[in-house]
Every structure is written in C-alpha cells, then in structure tokens.
C-alpha cells in the first residue's frame, strides 16, 4: 500500500487544481456581473455638486500643490525603514533554540546597529516637531 506522502503526491494531478481555477472564474465572473449591472442600473444624475472634488467631507481649500513640510515625509520614511528592521525579529524568535549562542550573538549585533541608527536619529532631532 501507498504511505501517507505517496499517497499525497501520487493525487497531486493537474485536475486537483480544477476546484481552485473554478472558485477563481466564479469570483472573477462576479466581480465583473457586479460591476457592469451596477454600470447600467445605477443613477446618472450628474450635477455641479457631483463633479466637484471631495475628500472625506472636508471642502477644499486652496490649492491641493501647495509645499508640505518634509518633516511628513521623514517621519514616514523613518517608521517604515525602523517597522521593517524589527520584522526581523520574527524568523529570530520562531527559531531561538535552534540558533544558540551564535544566533543569540547576531541578533545582539542587529539590535546593535538598529539601535545606533536610532540614536543618530535622534541626535540629529529627526523626530522633533517645533519649527
């Protein structure tokens, strides 16, 4: 008789994935039912205040081109590139058994680094808001 891993690979055929290519055309189908019937039955009723431009229920004001301060951009930068450093810890403390000390060295060294960055960050008053 088959073992339990024989048996799974002598069932992986191309017709296994028919399920999965079915429930991908019946989703794509509906979408795109969805999106041409609400085309064709919705209202077209297009007046002045329709066509203007609206975010979140705040008039605009001004020109939307108008300078912002780089200090957005920064901190944004900033919290990505630290949030991507720390996902690093998560292969680290899935696995800290296996890895042992010389596992245990190398995450001293990243928080290291990760924490000399964050130190000259702040030294250079990134992260302060007073203009």
Do not use: C
């Amino acid at each position: 008789m088959f073992t339990h891993t024989e048996f799974l690979s002598a069932t992986n055929t191309p017709f296994s994935y028919f399920p999965i290519v079915l429930q991908l055309f019946a989703a794509l189908g509906f979408v795109g039912l969805v999106m041409v019937a609400t085309h064709f039955l919705g209202p077209k009723r297009q007046t002045s205040d329709k066509l203007i431009n609206f975010e979140s229920g705040i008039e605009q004001k001004g020109n939307a081109r108008q300078p912002v301060a780089i200090k957005y951009f920064l901190t944004a930068i900033l919290f990505v590139l630290f949030d991507v450093e720390v996902i690093f810890f998560y292969p680290y403390a899935v696995n800290f058994k296996q890895l042992g000390w010389e596992g245990f060295l190398a995450v001293l060294m990243f928080v290291g680094f990760f924490l000399t960055g964050f130190i000259y960050i702040i030294k250079k008053g990134a992260l302060k808001w007073e203009d």
